[in-house]
């Protein structure tokens, strides 16, 4: 399906108000969350050090960082899907830039696409995971994005309480209004400009625990225990 605002083309109008809707309700939950940090700072380092960066959360915790990281000018890679064309609506409704691809269609030319905009001090919230899972996977493209841009990579584990887990293939998290939200930020990782393929499944992999190890501290403050089938 093609773009229609790639194409220079407003979206349907079905959309754009569902996009509305959606994107009302999400403001207001993320503006009654009451939000802790962890190891903050270490992400407001990276944010002001360096001359781009990459913060990553699993695809089903991306209602809060929508809201935290809103009108800032960062960049979203959204999906040519129909799914995607609502969630372009939605993310440049919270002041997100967008670069339209995923791994099945317009990959190769919107990862070549972040990796300039990265060089040139963007800043990239990802979902590596997404958009079709496997759910807590990172995908290998997101390791050749940090090694063609040079950029460092910050996971963030998140979770929050009341919450509603959707049963979709990622469990999309949906915190109740008023919910108590954990933010928990690991170590950047870095991805050597000449790492081969066996290094770039190695760090892939490495990032994918450090994920999970941000989401598990996030979790068990709030009281839940963490699946056994995400290592750690």
Sequence with gaps: ??????AGQPPPLSTRL????VWSI???IGATARIRYQNRETMDRVLREEKGAILVTWHGRSLIPANVLRNRGYWALISLSRDGELQNCIFRRFGFQTVRGSTGRGGI?????LARILQDG???AFTPDGPRGPTHKV????????QKSGCPIVPVGISARPRILVRSWDRYMVPLPG???WWVVGEPLRVPPDADETQRERLAVELELALNRAEKTAEEMLGFSYPAEFPV
């Design 1 to 6: 399906m093609p773009d229609p605002q790639a």
């Design 18 to 21: 569902l996009a509305a809707a």
């Design 26 to 28: 999400a403001r207001f």
């Design 109 to 113: 030319k919107a990862a070549l696409q």
């Design 122 to 124: 963007g800043v990239l």
């Design 139 to 146: 995908q290998l493209g997101t390791i050749l994005l940090g």
């Design 179 to 181: 919910a108590k939200v």
